[in-house]
């Protein structure tokens, strides 16, 4: 019987089958560039491809693709096959090593932010050696960056290759100051969580909403939610377990580390957990993770839902990202140790990430923003959008100690104690987990947990490794040449702990009180929406600090900017159309259409005798006309809206006003066809309810 270690990774060109396939001088040359970020040898290209062609068309493939990220948020393939023209009539199989490094594909139908103009087309793929190729159904993926004819990066990928290596860079200064000079290049990692709901194909089928959005518009609360908390790590239903299992097959099979399992707390709702790896490979894998996710569904008879706030009233999806950095020597520059009030390099390193979550608190916020995010930050189900971080009382201890200049007593060990025999005694971690914590420290990482479910993780990993590797710049360039290191040392962890320790807060990130505490005392940002904080990349801070480490431009920035905030208006605006459709055609009509049939049935009572109150259709009837005249109304408003948006100068107006006036008009429609649904009887309403939908996989 084939087990998992069998064929896991087995659809992958990875380091195995490199080793086996390609010379010892090819493969040294390029695991020196995979592993130290060396510049590539266009000499060793051809000899990769051959082998990279062969290996592939013996596993059935007869395409390959370059396999990018444009700024789209999904990912993007043009499929070439391997044949070329033989002079006999016939075909051979070709793959040449310039195919291999460079593509074109049309690069004008994809978004720019006026990066080029729509009639220049061209645009150009370059492979990311460090991420290994795949087959996916019969065609070879290579991973790729994505630039403009005039080499503007218009993917996630590059500029976050970027601030790697601005990462990198910075890291390894430090890590000198300490002595090391072996290490090679530090990289970040994450293991990034994915949270999504299954619900089956039938009632997706039926809500207009679901089809075109990606979250239902209208729906009544049911009759039981999450309130027993019943779903959360239950039982896994033989229907979704069936799922799980070929899922897991097929991420394996792609070299995927697919490690963690199970029901999350809404009904409906569900989580998978990778192992973490290097960032730019778990980008790839997250998205390519997503891909599958759906495709398997189907297969399933269900749908998949990725969106941050598919259903009100029960908890919405999030993906944490849980981030470290490494050395290519094994050592995670984020471990404490045993006693990590003596590791100073610890120290430092998590000096500079208090600094840079500090000094970049709008960046990182920026990195989470959509317009499906905006309904899940600050709801009692994922962190406020305010961002702070969580250490815990040993490290809030430690840096308290050595901001004060006093000892610092250790925390003690303490057993647990079950008060049964039988079961294990084990030592209680020093520090609890914090989930209401937007940046949480976890023993030797931190877990990001602000992203939505639909997010690249590019993003908030861009912005995360420029902000430390800033962090550390500012570090090292005070350090180097100082005759006093130790000193020179300590006054800075001391003064950066002075200067940032109001980013730190380790209590409940969901009480009223610490927003306004966050806000009013602390001076914290509190950008509650898209059209709030997006508009802020391009402050000055944020552009000097991204333009120097040379992760973007400044006209990559501004398109961006641009970029998400079209999004966030198209996504909007998409919404607020087929709410506008589903209630004029589908909910006012058979509203009206039961009012009617009330109305007729007490007509036929009255008709048997004069003496009948008909109470009840006269009371149904009243309620069901007020409620359409309601529903009427707020369509009425609502399209107002959507037209005024024409009138706005620029993308920035439009996603104030689509803040300010659309989705405040979207809330008064909902209520209406809410209550509306409330009072329909269950035959008369246009399509499945919140009851049907999220407890209809068995």
């Known amino acids: 019987m084939e087990t998992v270690s069998d064929f896991f990774g087995s659809m992958v060109f990875n380091d195995r089958v490199m080793k086996a396939t390609l010379s010892s001088k090819v493969y040294a040359s390029l695991k020196k560039t995979i592993d130290e970020g060396v510049a590539l040898d266009p000499g060793v290209a ?26 789209t948020g999904i990912t993007a393939e043009k499929h070439d096959s391997f044949i070329t023209p033989a002079p006999d009539g016939g075909v051979i199989m070709e793959f040449s090593g310039k195919e291999l490094i460079q593509g074109e594909p049309d690069a004008s139908s994809f978004p720019s932010g006026g990066l080029r103009a729509t009639f ?8 990311d050696p460090t991420s290994y190729a795949f087959i996916k159904g019969k065609t070879l993926c290579i991973p790729t960056a994505f630039c403009s004819y005039g080499g503007h990066a218009l993917d996630k990928k590059t500029p976050l290759l970027r601030s790697m290596e601005a990462l990198n860079k910075q890291a ?4 000198k100051l300490f002595g090391n000079t072996t290490a090679k290049c530090v990289r970040s990692s994450v293991g990034p969580e994915q949270e999504y709901f299954l619900i089956t194909k039938e009632m997706f089928d039926q809500r207009p909403d679901l089809r075109f959005c990606g979250r239902t518009l209208f729906g009544a609360k049911p009759p039981k939610g999450q309130e027993m908390d ?41 989580e998978l957990a990778p192992i973490y790896t290097t960032t730019n490979i778990a980008t790839d894998h997250n998205q390519l993770m997503m891909e599958i996710m759906q495709k398997i569904a189907e297969k399933h008879g269900l749908v998949c839902l990725i969106h941050e706030k598919p259903f009100a009233g029960v908890n919405g999806s999030g993906k944490h990202n849980n981030w470290s950095i490494a050395t290519n020597e094994g050592q995670n520059l984020l471990s404490p140790g045993e006693t990590p009030y003596e590791n100073a390099q610890f120290l430092l390193f998590l000096c500079a990430v208090i600094k ?18 905006d309904h899940r930050l600050g709801a009692n189900e994922a962190p406020p959008a305010v961002i702070s971080m969580f250490l815990g009382d040993e490290l809030g201890a430690v840096l308290d100690a050595i901001e004060t200049d006093t000892p610092y007593k250790g925390a003690e060990k303490t057993q647990m104690k079950l008060g049964v025999d ?14 209401t914590s937007p940046f949480a420290f976890t023993g030797n990482k931190f877990e990001f947990r602000m992203l939505g479910s639909s997010n690249s993780i590019a993003c908030a990993n861009i912005m995360l490794n420029s902000a430390v590797a800033e962090s550390l710049k500012i570090f090292a360039d005070k350090l180097e040449g100082v005759s006093d290191f130790e000193t020179a040392l300590h006054e800075m962890i001391k003064e950066t702990i002075k200067e940032h320790k109001r980013i730190i807060f380790n209590g409940n990130g969901y009480d009223d009180s610490w927003i306004k505490e966050a806000t009013e005392v602390r001076g ?4 509650r929406t898209t059209a709030d904080c997006m508009p802020h990349l391009l402050d000055k801070k944020n552009v000097d600090m991204l333009t120097g480490h040379k992760v973007f431009t400044l006209d990559e920035l501004r398109s961006r900017r641009d970029i998400m905030l079209e999004n966030y208006c198209k996504t909007v605006t998409i919404e607020a159309n087929t709410m506008i459709d589903m209630a004029r055609t589908l909910i006012a009509p058979a509203v009206s259409g039961f009012a009617a049939d009330v109305a007729g049935n007490a007509a036929a009572k009255k008709a048997l005798s004069q003496n009948i109150a008909c109470e009840y259709e006269a009371t149904v009837v009243k309620k069901l006309s ?31 006003m689509i803040r300010d006036k659309v989705l405040p008009k979207m809330s008064e429609l909902r209520v209406a066809c809410d209550e509306a649904e409330t009072l329909t009887a269950k035959d008369y309403w246009p399509f499945p309810t919140y009851a049907d939908i999220l407890f209809s996989v068995r």
């Open 120 to 127: 220049e087309a061209r645009g150009y793929t370059a492979w």
């Open 46 to 71: 051809n000899a990769v491809a051959q082998a990279m062609k062969d290996w592939a068309i013996s596993k059935g493939a007869t395409h390959f693709t370059h396999w990018f990220q444009p700024l």
């Open 172 to 175: 390894l200064r430090i890590l």
């Open 230 to 270: 019943d779903h959360y790590f239950g039982a896994i239903k033989p229907r979704v377990a069936a799922y799980m299992e070929e899922l897991n097959n097929e991420l394996w099979k792609l070299g995927i580390l697919a490690k963690t399992e199970h029901n999350e707390v809404a009904p409906a709702q569900h």
């Open 626 to 656: 007020t409620v359409t005249d309601r529903i009427y109304a707020g369509v009425t408003k609502l399209q107002d809206e959507v037209i005024a948006l024409h009138n706005a100068k620029d993308v920035i107006e439009e996603s104030a």
């Open 524 to 527: 914290l940002l509190n950008y």
């Open 356 to 373: 840079a979550v500090d000094d970049y608190q709008d960046l990182l916020r920026i990195s989470v923003a959509t317009a499906g995010n």
């Open 422 to 435: 039988v079961l294990p005694k084990f030592n209680r971690d020093t520090t609890d987990r914090n989930r």
